[in-house]
């Protein structure tokens, strides 16, 4: 796949000189601090050096301070209060560190998970019956609810009262419940607009703790679980959000609680954990208990007391990810041959639909097929009658937009610019599948269909120095908003053998026309352009640069993303 390298167009040359003479580093890197919005001194000193005194009064929140004092009524009262979350690692994270707060001050809580297959996204007809069967009197939603107004109306009529913790977009109406914790209400003053659920969550139990005289380290001891929602949530990490994953991973990689330890050991991770390492060797193991059994055995594990119980919880979570990765690679493989076989020439779009597919990986497995067919995806498959589905889109394209226009064709649908879900009747996919095509075709623009590599800056092979890493190092943690840098290089050539690993893989030793420096460089999947490079002929790679530890011997290698040939 042809993909285009998108040069930062940051030229404000006399800034990014002040900055890298004022700061001390090299050129090359106060230009990628400049294009982050890093001016000076002091904005360089906020960014290198995170503080948690930089984190922001709680109580700017809109409705913050009725919810603290609807909380400590509840608890005054002696009432039941019920925790409850969405099935997904920010859901889970959300329930299990305010269920763990409030359960270590008071009795009467208990936590409800919604089955993602029987009741869906969100907060549940069946989770509001069973909180009034049961005496709940105060429910606390996290990472869902700012849409439930109906379902919060329900609960009124039940005498359940509702705080809700999202941060996800509201409607043109404010659900009627108690408190509304979410700072993109357009009526919120709260300085940071990015929070993830659980991110909400912890500002709710920071201002309980500050106005009942709890210490900010027992507040601060739910920072790992928060930064696992901020990474596996795909938050920026920016502002507020930064310092939060920033002292979430500093906990995670030196006093992790037991069920992330063993989430931890289970993944076979043995070097100190980055946001990716999160992303990829966490969130899934937390995701798969909700997507093939139940979510909550995910806040079980996370809740776990001690490291043998954590193990057997974290055993099971294993178990489950094992079988959601077989079960999203067979479905994968079987989309990929539907497209290639029904696969239209010039096909602007995706749309699969086979009524075994399991539902509980559909996302995951439109975002593989965009990786192999860059264009706008929607899988689909039976559930309860239905054809119900994911969609998820390409850089810079709206596919909620898309969706929106065949609303007539569908019973529900959600979402945002890149990911929505979607339902319809089943013998509404093919008129569907012709309309989305149309719409996408007539709206996606030709540089919308060309995957892109955003590049921070071109740099020669002798820049790449260990006090470059070192600093480099320290701009993590790296994640949207703040991505790992990416170089370009010109004028490469492989020193010696390249090698080719499980067919695959291409590694080589780099060198640069003009220098006696050579540096490893590993591309994973890239074992197409093996012969070429082997050919000696030169090319330009783009990259990031990482360490690699190898029989505890650190060195510097270039993680190649993508090579351009010389012609």
Same mark, same amino acid.
């Given at each position: 796949?042809?993909?285009?390298? #998108?040069?930062?167009?940051?030229?404000?040359?006399?800034?990014?000189?002040? !900055?890298?003479?004022?700061?001390?580093?090299?050129?090359?890197?106060?230009?990628?601090?400049?294009?982050?919005?890093?001016?000076?001194? &002091?904005?360089?000193?906020?960014?290198f050096?995170?503080?948690?005194?930089?984190?922001?009064?709680?109580f700017?929140?809109?409705?913050?301070?009725?919810a603290?004092?609807?909380?400590?009524?509840?608890?005054?009262?002696?009432?039941?209060? %019920?925790?409850?979350?969405d099935?997904? #690692?920010?859901?889970?994270?959300?329930?299990?560190?305010?269920?763990?707060f409030?359960?270590?001050?008071y009795?009467?809580?208990? +936590?409800y @998970?919604?089955?993602?297959?029987?009741?869906?996204?969100?907060?549940?007809?069946?989770? @509001?019956?069973?909180?009034?069967?049961n005496?709940?009197?105060l429910?606390?939603?996290?990472? *869902?609810?700012?849409?439930?107004?109906?379902? #919060?109306?329900?609960?009124?009529d039940?005498?359940?009262?509702?705080?809700? *913790?999202d941060?996800?977009?509201?409607?043109?109406?404010?659900?009627?419940?108690?408190?509304?914790?979410?700072?993109?209400?357009? &009526?919120?003053?709260?300085?940071?607009?990015e /929070?993830?659920g659980c991110?909400?969550?912890?500002?709710?139990i920071?201002? +309980?703790?500050?106005?009942n005289?709890?210490?900010?380290? $027992?507040?601060?001891?739910?920072?790992?679980?928060?930064?696992?929602?901020?990474?596996?949530?795909?938050v920026?990490?920016?502002?507020?959000?930064?310092? %939060?994953?920033?002292?979430?991973?500093? =906990?995670?990689?030196?006093s992790?609680?037991?069920?992330?330890?063993? !989430?931890?050991?289970?993944?076979? =991770? $043995?070097?100190?954990?980055?946001?990716?390492?999160?992303v990829?060797? /966490?969130g899934?193991?937390?995701?798969?208990?909700?997507?093939?059994?139940?979510?909550?055995?995910?806040?079980?594990?996370?809740?776990?007391?001690?490291i043998?119980?954590?193990?057997?919880?974290?055993?099971?979570?294993?178990?489950?990810?094992?079988?959601?990765?077989?079960v999203?690679?067979?479905?994968?493989?079987?989309?990929?041959?539907?497209?290639?076989?029904?696969?239209?020439?010039?096909?602007?779009?995706?749309?699969?639909y086979?009524?075994?597919?399991?539902?509980?990986?559909?996302?995951?497995?439109?975002?593989?097929?965009?990786?192999?067919?860059?264009?706008?995806?929607?899988? %689909?498959?039976?559930?309860?009658?239905?054809?119900?589905?994911?969609?998820?889109?390409?850089?810079?394209?709206?596919?909620?937009?898309?969706?929106?226009?065949?609303?007539? /064709?569908?019973?529900?649908?959600?979402?945002?610019?890149?990911a929505?879900?979607?339902?319809?009747?089943?013998?509404?996919?093919? $008129?569907?599948?012709?309309?989305?095509?149309?719409?996408?075709?007539?709206?996606?623009?030709?540089?919308?269909? @060309?995957?892109?590599?955003?590049?921070?800056?071109?740099?020669?092979? &002798?820049?790449?120095?260990?006090?470059?890493?070192?600093i480099?190092?320290?701009?993590?943690?790296?994640?949207?908003?703040?991505?790992t840098?990416?170089?370009?290089?010109?004028?490469?050539?492989?020193?010696?053998?390249?090698?080719?690993?499980?067919?695959?893989?291409?590694?080589?030793?780099?060198?640069?026309?003009?220098?006696?420096?050579?540096? &490893? *460089?590993?591309?994973?999947?890239?074992?197409?352009? +093996?012969?070429?490079? $082997?050919?000696?002929?030169?090319?330009? @790679?783009?990259?990031?640069?990482?360490?690699?530890?190898?029989?505890?011997? =650190?060195? %510097?290698? !270039?993680?190649?993303?993508?090579?351009?040939?010389?012609?």
């Amino acid at each position: 796949m042809v993909r285009k390298w #998108v040069f930062n167009q940051q030229k404000d040359d006399k800034t990014i000189a002040q !900055l890298s003479e004022a700061i001390n580093v090299n050129p090359v890197l106060a230009s990628i601090l400049v294009s982050r919005d890093v001016l000076n001194f &002091d904005q360089a000193k906020t960014y290198f050096r995170p503080d948690l005194d930089q984190l922001h009064d709680p109580f700017l929140m809109q409705d913050m301070e009725v919810a603290v004092t609807r909380l400590e009524s509840a608890i005054k009262q002696g009432e039941n209060i %019920l925790v409850y979350g969405d099935y997904d #690692v920010d859901g889970t994270t959300s329930v299990a560190m305010v269920y763990h707060f409030l359960s270590s001050i008071y009795n009467n809580v208990a +936590f409800y @998970i919604p089955d993602r297959y029987k009741e869906g996204y969100g907060i549940s007809r069946q989770g @509001i019956e069973w909180a009034a069967e049961n005496g709940y009197s105060l429910m606390i939603s996290l990472d *869902c609810g700012i849409k439930a107004n109906d379902l #919060v109306e329900l609960a009124n009529d039940k005498g359940i009262d509702f705080i809700i *913790c999202d941060h996800h977009t509201p409607g043109d109406e404010i659900p009627n419940a108690v408190a509304v914790l979410d700072p993109k209400r357009r &009526d919120c003053s709260y300085p940071y607009k990015e /929070l993830s659920g659980c991110g909400v969550g912890f500002k709710l139990i920071q201002a +309980f703790a500050s106005r009942n005289n709890i210490s900010k380290e $027992k507040v601060f001891e739910y920072l790992d679980l928060l930064a696992i929602s901020i990474a596996s949530d795909i938050v920026p990490i920016s502002g507020e959000n930064r310092v %939060l994953a920033y002292y979430g991973l500093l =906990k995670i990689n030196t006093s992790p609680r037991p069920g992330i330890k063993a !989430l931890i050991s289970l993944s076979g =991770k $043995k070097a100190e954990l980055d946001i990716s390492g999160v992303v990829f060797g /966490l969130g899934p193991r937390i995701n798969a208990a909700g997507r093939i059994a139940h979510a909550k055995g995910a806040v079980d594990l996370l809740l776990s007391k001690n490291i043998d119980e954590a193990t057997e919880f974290g055993g099971k979570i294993n178990q489950q990810n094992d079988k959601r990765r077989d079960v999203d690679r067979s479905i994968t493989e079987e989309a990929l041959e539907l497209i290639e076989s029904d696969s239209k020439e010039n096909a602007n779009t995706t749309v699969l639909y086979q009524e075994h597919w399991h539902k509980g990986v559909i996302g995951i497995v439109a975002s593989r097929c965009i990786e192999n067919y860059y264009r706008p995806t929607v899988i %689909l498959t039976e559930s309860e009658g239905k054809a119900t589905g994911s969609a998820r889109s390409v850089d810079g394209y709206n596919v909620y937009n898309a969706i929106s226009s065949c609303e007539d /064709l569908l019973d529900q649908y959600g979402g945002h610019m890149y990911a929505a879900g979607l339902s319809m009747p089943i013998a509404h996919v093919e $008129k569907f599948k012709e309309r989305f095509e149309d719409y996408v075709s007539s709206t996606i623009t030709d540089d919308q269909k @060309i995957p892109k590599i955003n590049v921070d800056a071109e740099i020669a092979i &002798d820049d790449i120095t260990d006090k470059f890493y070192k600093i480099l190092r320290q701009m993590s943690p790296f994640g949207p908003e703040n991505m790992t840098p990416v170089f370009v290089m010109h004028n490469v050539t492989a020193k010696g053998a390249p090698l080719l690993l499980k067919d695959i893989h291409l590694k080589l030793k780099a060198e640069q026309s003009g220098s006696s420096k050579t540096i &490893d *460089c590993i591309g994973f999947g890239m074992g197409h352009v +093996f012969e070429q490079v $082997k050919s000696g002929q030169p090319f330009s @790679i783009a990259f990031t640069i990482e360490e690699n530890d190898f029989r505890n011997v =650190k060195s %510097l290698q !270039l993680f190649i993303k993508d090579i351009k040939f010389v012609i």
